[in-house]
């Protein structure tokens, strides 16, 4: 199983744009990249995945080199609301035993 | 609105008490999961099922078992709960080999007295 390595914290302001890198240099050609954010006292919600170069949905942006080595969360506008934490994860989604396995996460907090 | 429930939010026992906690999905997925988590440690899977009767191990499954009598419900089993089974568990599910996402409860946070 792929290791992954990110920040354990972060800090931003309201209104600027946050990128998270994590790093997974192991990271095998069936692995997809995944991002969770978990808010305090709830379980983890998926926000994104992507196998290669750029994915975007309504809350945020994926960006994967061509290596495959590293990935970028992007959170465009961040507010208050945005301060969890954000897990990334790798693996084969294939063969219907995909198995999400979480990491200690970075944790991002959003001043005013 | 897909719904992962687990039946209780807090939970207090006694040490040497069998536990049960039980996760119900409304989605038809097959797979479903049991992960703690404690501070500073993320999230550890406990056990996993991606079927009806059927249950893989996961990382940490020393004193806890499992059941899967129906596809939409997986119980998570303490045999005799200790002190050091204090912890937020989360109970998941996801769609088999379509998706990465998985689709978690809203915790069960149980202390052991």
């Known amino acids: 199983l792929a290791k992954t390595t990110q920040p354990i914290s972060m800090d931003s302001y309201e209104g600027q744009e946050v990128n998270i890198t994590c790093s997974h240099n192991?990271?095998?050609?069936?692995?997809?990249i995944t991002w969770y954010q978990q808010f305090p006292s709830q379980g983890p919600r998926f926000i994104i995945q992507?196998?290669?170069t750029k994915v975007t949905n309504e809350v945020a942006s994926l960006f994967i080199p061509a290596d495959r080595k590293s990935s970028t969360l992007s959170l465009p506008r961040v507010s208050l609301s945005d301060t969890a934490v954000y897990y990334c994860l790798v693996g084969d989604r294939a063969g219907g035993s995909y198995i999400p396995t979480f990491g200690r996460g970075t944790s991002l907090i959003v001043h005013p | 609105d897909v719904k992962v429930t687990q039946s209780s939010r807090y939970l207090v026992k006694r040490t040497g008490e069998k536990v049960f906690l039980e996760c119900v999905q409304d989605m038809d997925h097959e797979n479903m999961f049991w992960y703690r988590q404690d501070p500073g440690l993320g999230l550890r899977l406990i056990y996993f099922s991606y079927d009806v009767k059927m249950k893989e191990k996961g990382d940490i499954p020393e004193g806890y078992s499992v059941s899967r009598e129906k596809k939409e419900r997986f119980s998570l089993i303490l045999e005799s709960a200790s002190t050091n089974q204090t912890s937020m568990y989360l109970c998941?599910?996801?769609?088999?080999?379509?998706?990465?996402?998985?689709?978690f409860g809203q915790g069960t946070r149980l202390t052991v007295v």
């Open positions: 192991n990271i095998a050609t069936n692995d997809y």
């Open positions: 992507g196998y290669k």
């Open positions: 998941a599910s996801s769609l088999e080999g379509r998706s990465t996402e998985a689709f």
